[in-house]
């Protein structure tokens, strides 16, 4: 049997600088093609896709609004006393945001979209770069296969554009990665460790442990090495390390100048995870230990179990291998499928699970699975009569391959279908307002409030609301701890006073604060969604403010999925309005409204 993987003779460590290049590959596409591809898919997600987390909200969405427009909510984790977010990396995002401010037409729902645009160019840029060193260094056709999986699956479509640090600390991977994969022209170890520092330190501290795999690598190869070779490593490692320690530094005194006090935030985040005395993040919730393998399933499909049986069918493939490459290449291999594994194990054992916590692993679940179906082809191609593949018509084997590739796609398109149009009304329901279009005078004046009850975990972010039109809470049966608002004094040295003020009423063990809560006769606007389907008595905190035209009136209402009264396959899936779906089956609607309080 040819061998699946191991087309390349560049794995050889002492020649590193000197790989033999080959022709290209019927497989091969160029790298900026592939660029085209990517951005296209990211820039879907930029446009399309819902805010799925209220932490990519109040995390990063607000306060980054509060540094570029004086106001925003501000959530426990950005109070000085416990200093577990990085002004560093939202201050990055708040950048892009303003440099839209001073192109023509500004509004604070085009600084919004700026930002997602901004991130799904650099998430294609890292991607490609990605694309291409496997393509080299592996084989074109697991680089076709893994800009496929990337693409077409729903996973990219929730991350790529997401405001997250586990999407940046995705990014940083794949630049990470690729730096270590690559022995052309020498190896990069330095750069490998810095590209994973920066995703660590100024996005995601654990993402750093994806580095793993690639350093056990390189102290086994400088073992065995001779002594010139070792003090090679050592100095590759020493830079990285350096470079590292510096980005430390730097981030700790950007931060420090937000805070007015010594922080450094990757430490902050490290200890209240680990070693925290109070709970730590098991306080807002755990889930089974499968709850990864759905969330993964229903994410990337067929992609996700090719992404498991991708170290087991390499090892199967290199037993039964006709062709010997020696320890070496074999070992770099296991390398590079590694990490996928390393992730979802750690996190399969953490009590606390939530979907983007497997950001930073996604590229390297598409790897995984690029290689399983390589494999696969490669067997399944086999055209030996006497054997059992060989028997299997060339034509049905192609129709086999192709139907399981397009059945992907049609599962990754109703995914990413549905999940615009059950999910996205919270990003469509601001438009009364006037927030997104340049001059237009919407309902309301400045100093009006927005009110939210039940839906508070719902709202987009204050760039959807008028320049001084601010977000309020009001009482709901919601019992843990609420956003409070950064300060808007102006003292003390320097700008942005909310970053530094002493804070009332925040906690880290997500106790409720009454001081939270507005008067709700405070309330210019309110926001609050109404499910027909549901005959159950209201909680009192929760009555449905939509049926009160005594004191509310409809603004504007969008279609929301009911989801307690949908079908799963409903939820999960897009499923077309038609009378040829079971009643069974199809999506139940409520309404996800903006009213305004009467005169």
């Given amino acids: 049997m040819p061998d699946a993987i191991e087309q390349r003779q560049d794995f050889v460590h002492p020649s ?171 190896l990069k170890t330095s750069w490998g460790i810095w590209w994973f520092a920066v995703g660590g330190i100024l996005g995601w501290p654990f993402a750093a442990a994806l580095s793993a795999p690639f350093l056990v690598e390189e102290a086994l190869f400088a073992v065995v090495s001779s002594k010139e070779g070792f003090y090679e490593a050592f100095l590759r490692v020493t830079r990285g390390v350096t470079a590292a320690f510096l980005l430390v530094v730097g981030d700790a005194l950007v931060n420090t100048f937000f805070y007015k006090k010594w922080e450094m935030v990757a430490w902050n985040i490290v200890k209240y995870n680990i070693f925290s005395s109070t709970g730590g993040p098991d306080l807002y919730g755990t889930e089974p230990w499968t709850f990864y393998f759905r969330n993964l399933t229903i994410n990337f499909n067929i992609w996700f179990v090719l992404a498991l049986l991708a170290l087991p069918l390499f090892l199967v493939q290199k037993a039964l291998s006709s062709r010997q490459y020696g320890f070496q290449t074999g070992l770099r291999t296991v390398v590079f499928l590694s990490p996928f594994y390393l992730w979802l194990g750690i996190f399969t054992l953490q009590p606390h699970k939530e979907e983007r916590f497997m950001y930073p692993a996604y590229p390297f679940l598409c790897f995984n699975a690029a290689v399983t179906l390589h494999i696969i082809l490669n067997a399944f191609g086999n055209s030996d009569p006497k054997t059992l593949v060989g028997k299997i018509p060339a034509k049905l084997k192609l129709f086999i391959v192709t139907s399981a590739i397009f059945l992907s796609l049609d599962l990754g398109v109703a995914r990413i279908l549905g999940l615009y149009q059950n999910y996205s009304a919270p990003l469509k329901l601001y438009t009364p307002l006037g927030a997104g279009v340049t001059g237009e005078e919407g309902l309301g004046g400045r100093g009006d409030s927005v009110c939210f009850g039940k839906e508070w975990y719902r709202f987009p972010s204050s760039y959807f609301l008028p320049r001084d039109m601010h977000a309020k809470f009001i009482r709901s049966e919601f019992r843990g701890l609420l956003p409070g608002e950064f300060s808007e004094a102006r003292t003390g040295f320097g700008l942005w006073s909310g970053t530094w003020l002493p804070t009332s009423g925040m906690n880290d063990l997500n106790q409720e604060d009454m001081g939270k809560y507005t008067d709700i006769r405070q309330c210019s606007f309110l926001v609050d969604t109404h499910y027909p389907l549901n005959k159950d008595p209201l909680p009192p905190n929760e009555p449905d403010y939509i049926e009160d035209t005594e004191n509310w009136e409809v603004a504007k209402c969008v279609p929301f999925l009911d989801a307690g009264n949908t079908h799963l396959l409903a939820r999960v899936l897009w499923v077309p309005e038609s009378n040829l779906v079971p009643q069974k089956y199809r999506r139940q609607w409520g309404e996800h409204c903006l009213l305004q309080r009467k005169k």
């Fill in 16 to 186: 590193a600088s000197h790989a033999k290049k080959k022709a290209p590959s019927h497989f091969a596409l160029e790298p900026i093609k592939a660029f085209y591809i990517f951005l296209a898919a990211n820039l879907i997600a930029a446009l399309f896709a819902p805010i799925q987390d209220c932490d990519e909200t109040f995390n990063y969405w607000e306060p980054t609004h509060y540094l570029s427009h004086g106001y925003g909510l501000q959530t426990w984790e950005y109070s000085p006393d416990y200093a577990i977010r990085s002004w560093f990396y939202v201050g990055l995002h708040a950048i892009v945001g303003n440099l839209r401010r001073i192109l023509p037409h500004p509004t604070k729902v085009g600084e919004f979209y700026a930002v997602r645009y901004a991130l799904a160019f650099t998430c294609a840029l890292c991607q490609v770069l990605f694309y291409r060193v496997i393509s080299f260094t592996m084989n074109s056709r697991i680089g076709l296969f893994f800009l496929i999986a990337t693409v077409i699956t729903p996973g990219n479509f929730h991350s790529a554009t997401a405001f997250l640090p586990s999407s940046f600390a995705m990014y940083m991977s794949l630049l990470g990665a690729a730096a270590f994969m690559n022995w052309r022209g020498g």
